[in-house]
């Protein structure tokens, strides 16, 4: 299992991977910076907002979700 700061680490680094993909995606499309550099810092905090608010939802089902102690079959 990864410590809280390995974890909080993988998704800013997959984070900043992701962004600078989509400047890239931008930039060949458009050929401008500044608008790659709007979109991609947009598309990164928008994402992150969906996720936390993703993640809060799925705190609220229980599907599939296995107790400490509990193994299953």
Known sequence: MDSHLRSVV???SWRVLATLV??????LYSGELAI???VGSTDAVVKIMLY???E???????WGRVLPGISSP
Request: charged letters at 10%; zero cysteines; proline letters at 0%.
């Open 22 to 27: 989509t400047m890239v995606v931008v930039f």
């Open 56 to 62: 809060r939802i799925w705190q609220h089902i229980h």
């Open 36 to 38: 790659a550099a709007l």
């Open 10 to 12: 993988k998704g800013f």
């Open 52 to 54: 936390w608010g993703h």
